[in-house]
């Protein structure tokens, strides 16, 4: 994946639909850690029904939250282990932010497909489908707004690399300060 620019893109969500696929698993977990007062991974993908944990690896509190409509929610002050696993049981883009400290934003996509994968810094992601499949794959970036998305059909296995280019240069914000204008910085900033 790559910007409108052409340069390599990180955190990009790719995820590949298809009506073959398979109920989702009730028992399927994933972990939002959070590390050096950072949200790790930065952008989390999960199935429908996920379980995520959010252990906490630093050695102060946190209080992570989300105002986000897929599925609002909070984990009051906590560390180590403390915080019960939230159920994704919603599709969305779900942003975090935690009480404490404002520069932590992190996102979980709630997706529902069982494939998909998170570009790295090489702007790679690799999905493993089935064989004879036909697929629309979609691409998102918590940078661009949630109705800029590319989409092409694929059929599986496909040779050969697929580069898919974003069609707008990303939001100004540098990650991970979360965006003055984010309206949900404001509404929290109200609520405070
Ligand atoms: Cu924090």
Known sequence: VV???GAPLADAVVAAYSAAAAAADPRAEAVM?????????????????????FPNSDQIRHHVYSFSPARPFELKLYEGLEAPPVRFARPGKVVLGC?????????????????????DAAGDATLKAPSGGAFDVHVLHPRLADETRV??????????????????SLAPASVPAAPAEDPLQDLFRRRR
Do not use: C
């Not at 934003?105 to 709630?110: A, E, S, T």
């Open 151 to 168: 989409s092409t059909r694929v059929t599986a296995p496909h040779a050969g690399l697929l580069t898919l280019r974003m069609p707008e």
């Open 99 to 119: 009480n404490i400290h404002d520069q932590m934003l992190g996102y979980v996509y709630v997706l529902e497909t069982p494939w998909f994968a998170v570009t």
């Open 33 to 53: 850690d959070q590390q050096g007062k950072q949200f790790r991974p930065h952008v989390l993908a999960v199935r429908v029904g996920t379980l995520v944990h």
């Open 3 to 5: 910007d409108a620019g």
